[in-house]
Nanobody
Framework: QVQLVESGGGLVQAGGSLRLSCTVA???????MGWFRQAPGKEREFVAT????????NYADFVKGRFTLSRDNTKNTMYLQMNSLKPEDTAVYYC????????????????WGQGTQVTVSS
């Protein structure tokens, strides 16, 4: 049984920062990891993905230069550092994992966390 557990969401003012964490339990932490987000009334969208080694990361254009993905394999945990947050970043953020680089089609990704709410006020 694979479990992905997110934490770190919350309410922040525009221009502020948050760090999301995703911890994996139940199997070897050797797959690609990443984040998607879903705002009310919108489809789930790709945010970022990172390789097992952490040496390769890809980002959606709308977060490049603001968000940074990293992982600590000794702790089975991935982190998303979000800076310069904007109101349009408000969404539920989902941790995801799969055997290949994630995105953009969320439908083919096998493992998901329960989601954590990020709200950015203007």
């Amino acid at each position: 049984q694979v479990q992905l557990v997110e934490s770190g969401g919350g309410l922040v003012q525009a221009g502020g920062s948050l760090r999301l964490s995703c911890t994996v339990a139940g199997r070897t932490f050797s797959w690609y990891m990443g984040w998607f987000r879903q705002a009310p009334g919108k489809e789930r969208e790709f945010v970022a993905t990172i390789s097992w080694s952490g040496g390769s990361a890809n980002y959606a254009d709308f977060v490049k230069g603001r968000f940074t993905l990293s992982r600590d394999n000794t702790k089975n945990t991935m982190y998303l550092q979000m800076n310069s947050l904007k109101p349009e970043d408000t969404a539920v953020y989902y941790c995801a994992s799969g055997p290949s680089s994630l995105g953009p089609d969320f439908r083919i990704i096998p493992y998901w966390g329960q989601g954590t709410q990020v709200t950015v006020s203007s």
